[in-house]
């Protein structure tokens, strides 16, 4: 990395030449590959299904390989025809998925990438049960990127430290804090920029106790919300509350529970715009100037506007690649236009 009195100089670089619209964490599969069920999708949609002019984030990976809830293939692609562990209502554009960051490891899916000769953000989270065991994974996994990926390629490290489908037991809030703060403290250690994933029911305010470290380019948001979570910064009857008993039925369990799947899931789709357009206002009313990536329910160029006003510097492109699939490449156009 580039000499602590330059690091702002060297943001502003990145952000100059970043793309408006990012790849949601998944969305073109661990090695930026895509999925098999991409190409039925373009041949149905061959004007409007297309990432070109998408800045990629590949998949979130684990340090070690990691079984998850979705049996992959050896070219890492899903066995199932229709995974149990996804759950798709394309009427309501709502989907659950508890898919548990099913992968190969970060020393396989970076070998793989290594090959690619364009800029990339690799995706990567610790999963240990402590918080010990996670940082000493995340300096391992910091380790494996700076022997496989040149400053040039990945100059940025998007960091997960929210995926709904994982169980750390910790609090959600101030022991969060605590290891995003140690992760920031590795990252800068080996030269790199980190874009922190997180999902909205991070407190928008506390984000500032991070939001200075000289290593975080940004922060990207919000990931899936766990399922019937009422968003603990808000009255529960605001109108920005997901409406879980609308959406599932009063009191009734997580559709992936009738499959047999051992998890609730987390939610995306149209639901999380509201919400996620809120929680990033309030993070800029707070005073966070640096990047801000915004996502959830992103599914018609229409809907950029809206995350636009609250204060994103570039969106996330996610659960339309399954919902809208016709809309992708026009909400790449557009995002791009019109957040520049």
Same mark, same amino acid.
Request: net charge positive; hydrophobic share 40%.
């Given at each position: 990395?580039?000499?602590?009195?330059?690091?702002?100089?060297?943001?502003?670089?990145?952000?100059?030449?970043?793309?408006?619209?990012?790849?949601?964490?998944?969305?073109?599969?661990?090695?930026?590959?895509?999925?098999?069920?991409?190409?039925?999708?373009?041949?149905?949609?061959?004007?409007?299904?297309?990432?070109?002019?998408?800045?990629?984030?590949?998949?979130?990976?684990?340090?070690?390989?990691?079984?998850?809830?979705?049996?992959?293939?050896?070219?890492?692609?899903?066995?199932?025809?229709?995974?149990?562990?996804?759950?798709?209502?394309?009427?309501?554009?709502?989907?659950?998925?508890?898919?548990?960051?099913?992968?190969?490891?970060?020393?396989?899916?970076?070998?793989?990438?290594?090959?690619?000769?364009?800029?990339?953000? /690799?995706?990567?989270?610790?999963?240990?049960?402590?918080?010990?065991?996670?940082?000493?994974?995340?300096?391992?996994?910091?380790?494996?990127?700076?022997?496989?990926?040149?400053?040039?390629?990945?100059?940025?490290?998007?960091?997960?430290?929210?995926? /709904?489908?994982?169980?750390?037991?910790?609090?959600?809030?101030?022991?969060?804090?605590?290891?995003?703060?140690?992760?920031?403290?590795?990252?800068?250690?080996?030269?790199?920029?980190?874009?922190?994933?997180?999902?909205?029911?991070?407190?928008?305010?506390?984000?500032?106790?991070?939001?200075?470290?000289?290593?975080?380019?940004?922060?990207?948001?919000?990931?899936?919300?766990?399922?019937?979570?009422?968003?603990?910064?808000?009255?529960?009857?605001?109108?920005?509350?997901?409406?879980?008993?609308?959406?599932?039925?009063?009191?009734?369990?997580?559709?992936?529970?009738?499959?047999?799947?051992?998890?609730?899931?987390?939610?995306?789709?149209?639901?999380?715009?509201?919400?996620?357009?809120?929680?990033?206002?309030?993070?800029?009313?707070?005073?966070?100037?640096?990047?801000?990536?915004?996502?959830?329910?992103?599914?018609?160029?229409?809907?950029?506007?809206?995350?636009?006003?609250?204060?994103?510097?570039?969106?996330?492109?996610?659960?339309?690649?399954?919902?809208?699939?016709?809309?992708?490449?026009?909400?790449?156009?557009?995002?791009?236009?019109?957040?520049?």
């Amino acid at each position: 990395m580039v000499a602590l009195a330059d690091l702002a100089e060297e943001r502003a670089r990145l952000d100059r030449e970043l793309g408006r619209v990012w790849g949601g964490s998944g969305v073109r599969n661990l090695c930026l590959e895509g999925y098999w069920f991409h190409k039925p999708i373009k041949l149905g949609h061959p004007r409007g299904f297309s990432f070109k002019g998408l800045e990629e984030v590949a998949k979130t990976t684990t340090l070690l390989p990691n079984a998850g809830r979705m049996p992959l293939n050896k070219r890492n692609q899903p066995k199932e025809w229709s995974p149990n562990c996804i759950w798709v209502d394309r009427k309501r554009s709502i989907a659950l998925n508890a898919i548990g960051l099913s992968g190969p490891g970060a020393k396989v899916v970076f070998e793989k990438l290594q090959k690619l000769r364009h800029r990339f953000q /690799p995706s990567i989270m610790a999963i240990g049960t402590t918080l010990e065991e996670r940082l000493a994974e995340m300096r391992l996994l910091m380790k494996l990127i700076v022997e496989h990926f040149s400053y040039e390629q990945v100059p940025i490290v998007q960091i997960n430290v929210s995926c /709904p489908n994982l169980e750390h037991g910790f609090d959600p809030i101030n022991e969060r804090i605590v290891e995003t703060q140690n992760i920031l403290d590795i990252v800068y250690e080996y030269g790199r920029f980190a874009v922190i994933k997180l999902s909205a029911d991070f407190l928008p305010e506390r984000v500032m106790e991070f939001a200075e470290h000289p290593a975080l380019f940004g922060i990207s948001g919000t990931n899936t919300i766990p399922f019937r979570m009422i968003i603990p910064w808000l009255p529960e009857d605001h109108e920005c509350q997901i409406p879980w008993d609308e959406l599932f039925g009063v009191g009734q369990p997580s559709p992936l529970r009738a499959r047999g799947i051992d998890a609730d899931g987390g939610l995306s789709g149209a639901p999380l715009k509201n919400l996620a357009c809120l929680w990033i206002g309030r993070i800029r009313k707070a005073g966070f100037r640096r990047h801000l990536n915004g996502g959830g329910g992103i599914l018609h160029p229409n809907d950029i506007e809206s995350f636009r006003v609250a204060g994103v510097d570039s969106i996330s492109l996610g659960s339309a690649a399954f919902l809208a699939s016709a809309q992708v490449q026009p909400i790449i156009r557009y995002g791009n236009k019109i957040l520049s």
